[in-house]
């Protein structure tokens, strides 16, 4: 099984991140199968996969740090080995990760991203 994880810091409030990330996740087309207000489980959507590969799933933990900031912790796991799996996880982690911190800066216009 090939994993990754990713942590990153978001300018929001823990539980305005939180539903920034479910927002994300929805807007990606991946199923949410568990979900509180700090861990959210979700899996990409069999229905949009090509025949030969497996869904992709993920944790998303949101954390609070400091005030009105947050880290979210990414974690992915497919099943299999190798170069393509690899590919396909980074690819996929990398553009939840952008969608996230693109859906917090604007949710709060003042950050940087």
């Known amino acids: 099984m090939a994993t990754r994880r990713t942590t990153f810091e978001v300018e929001a409030r823990a539980d ?13 087309r991946w199923e ?21 590969e497996g869904p992709i799933q993920v944790v998303v933990r949101v954390h609070s740090r400091a005030r009105d900031r947050s880290e979210v912790v990414i974690e992915a796991s497919i099943v299999g080995r190798g170069p393509i799996q690899s590919k396909r996880l980074c690819d996929r982690v990398g553009g939840l990760e952008r969608q996230i911190l693109r859906k917090t800066a604007i949710a709060a216009p003042h950050a940087k991203v």
């Open 16 to 28: 305005a991140a939180s539903a920034e990330c479910r927002k994300a996740l929805r807007d990606l």
């Open 32 to 52: 949410l199968s568990l979900g509180s207000e700090d861990r959210l489980v979700a899996r990409e959507d069999l229905a949009l996969l090509c025949c030969v």
